[in-house]
């Protein structure tokens, strides 16, 4: 008779345990959630950034060409006389 005192109490050990599993498993999918949807955002946000750079380097370089087409039509010798300086300066200082 002592047997089935023991039974119900290990029964309700046994229920007891998997209600704490199931509470810690819960726990844990939520955490994976909530740190899925955190880095999702942080992706997002470096992607828009990201993108934002980009447009930025391309409106740059698309003004520094303007300014230089601008400079070859409006005067050309003084840009050639410009390059050929820039040019002579790097020669001289690749050969040191």
């Not at 039974?7 to 704490?20: F, K, L, Q, V």
Request: charged share 25%.
């Amino acid at each position: 008779m002592n047997d089935i005192p023991r039974s119900a109490a290990a029964a309700d050990s046994t229920r007891e345990i998997e209600a704490a599993l199931d509470d810690i498993t819960a726990r844990g999918i939520a955490a994976i959630r909530d740190t899925k949807a955190g880095f999702d955002g942080a992706v997002t946000q470096v992607a828009g950034r990201g993108q934002e750079a980009l447009d930025s380097a391309r409106e740059a370089r698309a003004s520094v060409a303007d300014v230089i087409l601008n400079a070859i039509k409006l005067r050309p010798y003084t840009t050639l006389a410009v390059a050929g300086a820039i040019g002579f300066a790097y020669g001289a200082m690749r050969r040191r």
